[in-house]
């Protein structure tokens, strides 16, 4: 089976954690075919939706991942399935990718994750869905609101909606000398809406990321803490390692998982299991 993954350059993947990676390595383990694009090597014209693919290889070293072969133009639905796995930011060109998908799915072709779920899905927002499983959490552009949630809770973090992999991600306290200076940052004056939460103290020994597959079938990657402190992210120095599903988390997973299903999602994270 031949298998297109929309993608991020693949010099900037980072084989040792992304999880598209691992994907390919599992498909190709199993003998399917592999190609790789970048959203802009998507186009429309009379002949329907199609794409500027490289073949691609894999091996097993994470410092020398893949191999390419010769950029060919295919559609769309010729292929068995068609991965969007592009990283924010989720800018306008992003929307324009999902729509042009939905295209190709107009066509026959298999998108994973369905391009409406991904718009819909927004990696921040979503889970204002499931405000109970969530720590105390403010969405919001208003300085002074976002002033009285830090007055209210007294250490918090702050991030923009658009971020992704720890980067821009402030965590600030009641008597903060920067508070105002940060928060002005990050909203740029009020014109920016972003996330206000509720600190963790348990973050500093790590988070659980559970990923959902099918709505069904389950895994943790327990990250911990970059340098012992606030952010676990693996782009930000966090190590990731395999642990156990505890009872708590399986009731995050059972609530999430088909919800996302239903959407057209091939897989989901929960929220940290910290915040519940």
């Not at 390919?24 to 790789?36: P, Q, S, V």
């Not at 490289?54 to 060919?72: F, K």
Request: glycine letters at 8%; aromatic letters at 8%; hydrophobic letters at 40%.
């Amino acid at each position: 089976m031949d298998f297109a993954f929309i993608l991020d350059p693949l010099p900037s993947l980072k084989a040792y954690k992304d999880s598209s990676v691992a994907m390919m390595r599992a498909l190709a383990a199993r003998g399917h075919r592999l190609h790789a694009c970048e959203p802009a090597d998507l186009f429309w014209d009379a002949a329907g939706m199609q794409a500027r693919v490289v073949p691609l290889a894999v091996t097993g070293d994470d410092d020398d991942w893949y191999r390419t072969g010769a950029p060919e133009e295919r559609a769309l639905r010729d292929f068995s399935a068609v991965v969007m796995r592009k990283d924010p930011p989720f800018d306008m060109e992003y929307v324009y990718a999902t729509y042009l998908l939905e295209a190709a799915e107009r066509e026959g072709a298999r998108v994973f994750n369905r391009p409406r779920a991904i718009r819909d899905h927004n990696e921040k927002l979503a889970i204002t869905k499931f405000a109970q499983f969530i720590a105390p959490t403010l969405v919001s552009r208003d300085v002074e609101r976002i002033g009285g949630f830090i007055d209210a809770h007294g250490d918090v973090i702050l991030k923009p909606l658009d971020g992704m992999g720890g980067t821009s991600i402030f965590r600030i306290r009641g008597d903060d000398p920067n508070r105002n200076v940060i928060i002005e940052t990050l909203t740029h004056y009020g014109e920016r809406t972003v996330m206000a939460q509720r600190y963790i103290p348990e973050i500093v020994d790590g988070d659980k990321r559970v990923l959902v597959i099918a709505a069904s079938r389950c895994r943790t990657r327990w990250h911990a803490s970059e340098a012992r402190r606030d952010r676990g992210n693996l782009a930000a120095g966090g190590r990731g390692e395999a642990r156990p599903l505890t009872p708590r988390e399986r009731e995050i997973a059972a609530a999430l998982g088909p919800a996302s299903g239903r959407k057209g999602s091939l897989s989901s994270a929960s929220t940290s299991s910290a915040a519940a």
